[in-house]
Structure formats: C-alpha cells, structure tokens
C-alpha cells in the first residue's frame, strides 16, 4: 500500500528547531518528486518545499532560509528541518508525492494524514 | 511570483446544482493546475490535473477546463457528499502557489 506517515511535530517555543519525517511505503521516495504542504488554524493551504527527484530544492519565500528539505534514501523517508520558528508557522504539516514520472510531476496525488506543529511560549 | 485568485470564496447551492468554480493565474500556466477536494477534518484529495485530466476514481460528476490564465472547475450535479473546500494548485515551477480556496456548502 502506498502510504506516508509524518512524524515530529509538537509544541516549540519562538525561534526553537523541530525536524518533521514523512516516512514512505509503497514507492520510492527518491524516485519522485516531493512537496511539504503546511494548513494554519482555520486557513487554506499553502506550499512549503518541494524536492526533485534529482535533488534539487525550493522553498516558499515565507521559509526561505529557516527550512530545509531532505531526504534519506536507505529510510526512504523524507524530513523538513524548520529553524527560527514564529508563531506563524503554526500548522498542521503535511507531506505529499506529486504524482507523474521520474521526469516531470502534475498534481500531488498521495497525503500523510498530517503533523500538528504549534510555535508558542 | 505568479498569483492564484480563486472564485467565489464561498456558495451554497443545492443538490443536483451545476456549480462552477474559477481560477486565475497572473500570468500564463499552461495546463500546469491541479484540483484539490478538502473535506471538513480531513486530508487533501487530489482530483484532477493538467487543468481536466481527472485522477483515476474520482467521479465523473467533477470535470476541469482552461489553459493560460483562466481555469474552470464544475461539479456536474452537487452531492452532499461533495461539501468540501475547493483548491487550484500550480505547478508548472516554484512556488506551487494554491488558490484561497473556495467553500461549497448544500443549500
């Protein structure tokens, strides 16, 4: 079964670290493109980061140098290391594989059921 | 970075209604835009891509169209299970921005 279970969220204090993991079963999280999706109380959803199958990362400007995707291939997992977390990057966080080929993605066509981050003092 | 305005942001309409949903990008996209269902207390669902490709075992009822700046997404003939929030999503580079989303309620 094709499956993403995230993992690492909690409550964070302003400008503390958390690593979330999106373990993977089922497919190959190297083989495909990846994205980290986050949802604030009440909000719509906004894209976090996105991984290339080859490797190459982007970032959402509003964590643009306080986030880093990753990846481990031998735990076919994949993480979001956050930095210098605000109040703001409260969400729930989700993991996502973009459907398509090892040379181009569409749309992101398998969920984890999403990680609960809260920044506050 | 290229905007995405989705329309209305809210409706209400009743069961067995057609109802429509827009949007627009700032600029040009090709058909690089994806289509996402949200059910109340659950996960994402994707439902289409390439503007009107539809994910395999999504309903027929749920159809796209566009291309460029202006996008369309229907429901043929609303359910209850359809009450959901709507999102478009871009994907043709960084960011993948989505749409504000659109809430569709039953009448």
């Known amino acids: 079964e094709v499956q993403l279970v995230e993992s690492g969220g909690g409550l964070i204090q302003p400008g503390g670290s958390l690593r979330l993991s999106c373990a993977a079963s089922g497919f190959t999280v190297s083989s495909n493109y990846m994205s980290w999706v986050r949802q604030a109380p009440g909000k719509g959803l906004e894209w976090v980061s996105f991984?290339?199958?080859?490797?190459?990362?982007y970032y959402a400007d509003s964590v643009k140098g306080r986030f880093t995707i990753s990846r481990d291939n031998s735990k076919n997992t994949l993480y979001l290391q956050m930095n210098s977390l605000r109040a703001e990057d409260t969400a729930v966080y989700y993991c996502?594989?973009?459907?398509?080929?090892?040379?181009?993605?569409?749309?992101?066509?398998?969920w984890g059921q999403g990680t609960t981050v809260t920044v506050s003092s | 970075d290229i905007q995405m305005t989705q329309s209305p942001s809210s409706l209400s309409a009743s069961v067995g209604d057609r109802v429509t949903i827009t949007c627009r990008a700032s600029q040009g996209i090709s058909n690089y835009l994806a289509w996402y269902q949200q059910k109340p207390g659950k996960v994402p669902n994707l439902l289409m891509y390439a503007a009107s490709t539809l994910q395999s075992g999504v309903p027929s009822r749920f159809s796209g169209s566009g291309s460029g700046t202006d996008f369309t997404f229907t429901i043929s003939s609303l359910q209850p299970e359809d009450v959901a929030t709507y999102y478009c999503q871009k994907y043709n580079s960084a960011p993948l921005t989505f749409g504000g989303g659109t809430k569709v309620e039953i009448k």
């Open positions: 991984i290339y199958s080859g490797g190459s990362t």
């Open positions: 996502a594989r973009h459907g398509g080929t090892s040379y181009s993605y569409n749309g992101m066509d398998v």
